[in-house]
């Protein structure tokens, strides 16, 4: 049930429609701004996919950015398929992979040279100090026999967010303000161990253009028609002022549990008139599965499988998003 709060003529009301702070997107309006945006907070989710690997610190944090830009973004669209963020660079991380089902399915994994990694020294590098230069991929795949639908930006600028904001400067021709957030946790539990997790929170705006769409169907480059060029385009006085709000939230906002995102919503722009719509939830999710895994081998031939042998001469496969190991009789190939 919606539960508005006390309004006055000085401060319209938040309508908060979730009680839960943890693995979900929250959309949310700026009443009579015509911004809209997306809260993002993670915490179990993030820890799962990120502790399926042993990546160095620095490569987790931006997966996990990748893994919450995927989310915000994959969430504004009338999604039929799956959402992917992917990166391909000539860095340490030469490739980053974060996808997202219509009902929040997250998965995620990064390809990275482990020497080069810690040669950096640093667990907070430069985003250009770990992937280099090369590019950002946002792709809508609606399964077979449907179009797919891509954009490309070069990846550069201070952060995977910034990418984010560029690709719809470039492609969208909506302003847009990102900001990513990622922490690691430490606990001790019951036996006097630690044990280390992750949060993850972000938040976007974008100012929607007069017709009242949003982040429409990233079609490859062409903005809708009768578009005007950002650059061209007066910022006006509603679109500053709900950025200069949105730059006062600090990293420890987004990434607390105790504080729900309709609170941090309303802390914002409750002056302004805060509406936030139904959340939407995020999980784990991978798509391997023994008999999936099959039907890739299946299109390898001998050679190809070859390297795929154990010492007892079965074949294994590890799944690279979620770590799971599948083997099988090289028999069920028709291999010797």
Known sequence: MDQTSPA??????????????????????????????????????ISDILGRH????????????????????????????RFTVQTSSDGPVDLLVADMTKDGGLRGYAHFDSAAVEALGTETPTLEALT????????????????????????????????????????????TLIKLVVAETFERGADGAAGGGWRAGGIMIQQMPEDGGFVRDLDPGD?????TSIEDRAE?????????????????????????????????????????????????????SQDYIKGVLDGFGPDEMADMHTDDGRIEVRCEFCSSTYEFDPKEFEIT
């Not at 620095?58 to 893994?67: D, F, H, M, P, Q």
């Not at 903005?223 to 578009?227: M, Q």
């Not at 990293?251 to 914002?268: G, I, K, M, N, W």
């Not at 805060?274 to 999980?283: D, G, K, N, Q, Y």
């Open 223 to 227: 903005a809708p028609d009768g578009t």
């Open 132 to 175: 280099g230069k090369g590019s950002m991929a946002l792709t809508i795949d609606q399964g077979p026999g449907r179009n797919s639908y891509q954009g490309v930006v070069p990846l550069e600028g201070e952060s995977i967010s910034a990418c984010g904001e560029d690709y719809f400067r470039r492609s969208e021709q909506l302003p």
């Open 236 to 288: 006006d006085e509603n679109w500053n002022r709900a950025k200069i709000l949105m730059e006062t939230v600090e990293d420890h906002e987004l990434v607390d549990p105790a504080l729900a995102s309709e609170t941090l919503l309303f802390r914002l722009y409750h002056e302004d008139g805060v509406r936030a719509f139904a959340a939407h939830p995020l999980s784990f999710s991978c798509r391997c």
């Open 8 to 45: 006055t003529p000085q401060t319209p009301p938040a309508t908060i429609v979730t009680d839960s702070t943890d693995d979900l997107v929250l959309p949310f309006a700026i009443e009579g701004m015509s911004v809209r945006g997306r809260v993002a907070r993670t915490g179990p989710v």
């Open 54 to 81: 042993n990546y160095p610190p620095a490569v987790s944090r931006v997966l996990a950015e990748t893994l919450l830009l995927a989310s915000m973004l994959g969430t504004a669209l009338k999604l039929e398929g």
